[in-house]
């Protein structure tokens, strides 16, 4: 596991390296980037956002194990997550507002305060202080996703009056950036943990100063800017009346929240996983970073073309990896039918299970017929990579349901030879 695992990081690594780099040489540079005053406005901006990033990734890799490390149960540490998530999205509902109020800076501020005390509460290995450093790291990550983003645009619309087409540009190279540090910061996470033998509390250490400093520059550099035009009761009203309004915010709501809790479950269940096999916790997390990264690096890859023009390179690669995704899924299926439903009832279960694929299917090609051929296939497959986030939500369920039955584990290489019912 430790080789595949370093193997892993570095061919994710090269590939990563790689596309951005022919990326990079082929990208044309705008206005923006030659403008020196919204350069240094930039670097303002990065200086204190990226350090708040990094200290943040750098908790990531180990706070599962950390809580093992004090001997909690499974149950203990799933509730820990609950305690978390549940602080982040009630204080999701007010960050907004306390953000407007207080004002953005002092937000800011705050963050860096309140994210070290939650780093400090991993010091101690009382249940009850943990609750209340996953609260504050609830509490936290809400003004880490609201109060800097409002200050950068408040600044670069009103105080800098730089063209407002120039902040995507911005919040791209921060999301190209957030990838690259939460790279480093499983990197740096195995070091201090496991390298430098500091244990699972170390990461949480070496946070600390990276958001004092984030807090310091905040305070020292950045002006202070409000908005108390709208009370919280108006955005909670008019996000609602938006939602029920338009069908379109509406689905895409609904696809973030499928494909979301997917990936919250998976930060709770990959740990428990890999960690009993010996994997390096740090190094395994930055693999999935840079399989991020390297996602990120193909949509901007596949976004920069004219819209219109036909890739067949890319699609071709795309059916492969389907091709690939279905010779992992029909033999598994197959096992999975056979250890899950009574020999008796397979015939009558099974030609339910046909009825609503064979449904949807028809539905989808009646749906294709009718429509633009080339919008008409980009719709579809986009229908079809929802429904796949709707499967893997169920794959989730199944595995949290019978991850401990000991009869669906795949036989050992020793026994029967088992042939795949395709």
């Known amino acids: 596991m430790l080789v595949t695992a370093y193997l892993a990081f570095v061919v994710l690594l090269a590939s990563c390296l790689g596309l951005e780099l022919s990326r990079c040489r082929a990208k044309p540079s705008g206005r923006a980037c030659n403008n020196?005053?919204?350069?240094?406005?930039?670097?303002?901006?990065?200086?204190?956002?990226?350090?708040?990033?990094?200290?943040?990734?750098?908790?990531?890799?180990?706070?599962?194990?950390?809580?093992?490390?004090?001997?909690?149960?499974e149950a203990q540490i799933a509730i820990l997550y609950v305690c978390g998530l549940a602080s982040t999205v009630l204080f999701g509902l007010v960050a907004s507002s306390l953000v407007d109020w207080l004002g953005r800076k002092k937000s800011c501020v705050l963050f860096s305060l309140t994210y070290s005390l939650c780093c400090l509460t991993k010091l101690s290995r009382d249940y009850f202080v943990l609750l209340v450093g996953r609260a504050l790291g609830g509490l936290s990550t809400a003004l880490l996703f609201s109060a800097f983003e409002a200050w950068y645009i408040h600044e670069h619309l009103e105080r800098h009056d730089f063209p407002a087409e120039w902040i995507p540009a911005t919040f791209a190279r921060a999301a190209f950036w957030n990838h690259v540090l939460a790279v480093a910061a499983g990197v740096a996470a195995e070091a201090v943990a496991c390298w430098m033998g500091l244990g699972p509390v170390a990461p949480f250490v070496a946070a600390i100063p990276l958001l004092a400093l984030a807090g310091a520059l905040a305070l020292h550099n950045w002006g202070e800017n409000y908005d108390r035009q709208r009370a919280f009761s108006r955005t909670c009203a008019g996000g609602l009346r938006c939602l029920l309004s338009d069908r379109r915010v509406l689905l895409l709501g609904t696809i973030q929240a499928l494909f979301e809790s997917v990936i919250f479950i998976f930060v709770f269940l990959w740990t428990p996983v890999l960690d009993p096999h010996g994997a390096p916790l740090g190094i395994i997390f930055s693999s999935f970073m840079a399989a991020s990264l390297l996602g990120s690096s193909l949509y901007r890859i596949a976004t920069s073309k004219s819209p219109g023009q036909e890739s067949p390179v890319e699609s071709f690669i795309a059916f492969i990896l389907i091709e690939l995704a279905c010779g992992l899924y029909f033999p598994s299926m197959s096992f999975l039918r056979r250890k899950v439903i009574p020999e008796t009832e397979q015939a009558g279960v099974l030609n339910w299970f046909r009825v609503p694929l064979h449904l949807l299917a028809c539905l989808g090609?009646?749906?294709?017929?009718?429509s633009d051929r080339k919008t008409g296939t980009r719709n579809m497959f986009s229908i079809c990579s929802a429904v796949m986030v709707m499967a893997l939500l169920a794959v989730v369920g199944l595995f949290t349901v019978v991850r401990h039955d000991a009869e669906l584990r795949v036989p050992s290489p020793t026994g029967e030879p088992y042939t795949p019912e395709l």
């Open 365 to 370: 090609l009646l749906v294709l017929h009718d």
């Open 36 to 73: 020196p005053s919204f350069l240094r406005f930039q670097l303002d901006f990065y200086q204190v956002y990226f350090l708040a990033l990094a200290a943040d990734w750098l908790q990531a890799p180990y706070l599962y194990k950390l809580y093992q490390h004090y001997h909690f149960l």
